[in-house]
């Protein structure tokens, strides 16, 4: 009986060191752990560098679109201030369309033959334009007395350009007075601008 015993102990013995014993789970390695490190590094750093070229692609398309507006925007000022010979513009400009006058006086200074010259060039040039002028008074004096006064340089002004071969029947004289300044100030800067002789040109009908 204790024979058997030993030997059965014995034998449980040689079973249980025959077999393998299940393994020890174990966690990464540190070669592993940096590997992955590497990895998510890479992957953020990626996802970064889209980010911000999808940013610069952005800036880059507002920046050109900035630009064309800009460019539409200045065509469209060189347009409105482009001058077309035989326009209202041109006349304005390349001749002028005011002359100056002194106080109470209707007399034409050197200043406004040298303007009225060039109305008369340009005028001549474009035979089918007619011309409405019209004489103005600072507001000093009456109603009246100024109402005259722009009648007296209207004519003035008509008197010269025909002098220089404009057709009388083109220009028409009308006076204001000092009903429509120029200038609403008061003192000399806006008076010297309120006397003054205007020509209109009169847009040929049809």
């Not at 992955?36 to 990626?46: I, P």
């Not at 106080?103 to 033959?113: H, M």
């Not at 009903?179 to 040929?204: K, Q």
Request: net charge neutral; with cysteine.
């Amino acid at each position: 009986m204790k024979f058997r015993l030993i030997t059965a102990l014995t034998v449980a013995i040689a079973l249980a060191a025959c077999q393998t014993p299940d393994p020890v789970p174990t966690g990464p390695t540190a070669e592993e752990l940096a590997a992955q490190r590497a990895a998510e590094e890479a992957r953020r750093a990626e996802e970064a560098a889209r980010a911000e070229a999808a940013r610069r692609a952005a800036e880059a398309e507002a920046a050109r679109r900035r630009a064309e507006e800009e460019a539409r925007l200045a065509a469209e000022r060189a347009r409105a201030n482009e001058i077309v010979a035989g326009s209202l513009r041109d006349f304005e400009v390349n001749a002028g369309n005011r002359v100056y006058f002194d106080y109470d006086q209707f007399a034409l200074r050197a200043d406004a033959r040298e303007v009225l010259a060039r109305q008369a060039a340009w005028l001549r040039s474009y035979p089918q334009m007619k011309a409405t002028i019209e004489g103005h008074a600072d507001e000093r004096g009456t109603r009246e007395y100024n109402i005259a006064l722009g009648v007296r340089r209207a004519q003035a002004v008509k008197d010269f350009l025909v002098s220089q071969g404009v057709e009388a029947a083109r220009l028409e004289t009308i006076s204001y007075g000092k009903e429509r300044p120029i200038d609403p100030g008061t003192g000399e800067a806006a008076w010297s601008r309120n006397r003054n002789g205007h020509t209109v040109l009169v847009t040929p009908q049809g």
